[in-house]
């Protein structure tokens, strides 16, 4: 199920338990590229379209590193490769122990988002949904501790639910 992400569309439904891994163990950022990479259904099976987003998500982490502070990262990448997902992905993953992503930050990562989108507008309006989601600390909190997808998607929902009415 993918949704585009209009204004009155929710992130919260763009998280799904198959696109969640709660137990990152790589201990490279590269690795966890690819852990996250494996979430993404459409591609589990065509190795030759992980290893281009890989290739896609690399140079943009060294470009410039996509991680938003907090000790959360938002890898995503724009082009054919994103493209070729039908709506807005995002993809949820936990390294229990804190992963260093970026080469001149040594601050710990633990909560990952990767997110592909077949535009750029679907990409901008679901970045700026999730960065927004992501700045509530109670948010974050319950993301490290939840103990299943379905936790996860609760929270995410909650939070929204929250933002959205506050903010209305």
Known sequence: MSAAVSSGTEISRLFLPARMQLSLHSSTRDDVLFELINCVPAMARNMELKQQLHRALVERENLCCTVVGRGIAIPHT???????????????GRHQEGLQYCQNDPRPIFLFFLLLAP??????????????????????????????????????????????AAAG
């Open 78 to 92: 724009r082009g054919q490769i994103a493209g070729a997902a039908p709506g807005p992905i995002v993809v949820f």
């Open 119 to 164: 535009d750029i507008y679907q990409h901008l309006q679901t970045l700026a949904r999730l960065t927004r989601l992501l700045r509530d600390e109670p948010l974050r909190e319950e993301l490290l501790t939840a103990s299943s997808p379905e936790e996860v998607i609760e929270a995410i929902t909650n939070t929204e639910t929250r933002v959205l």
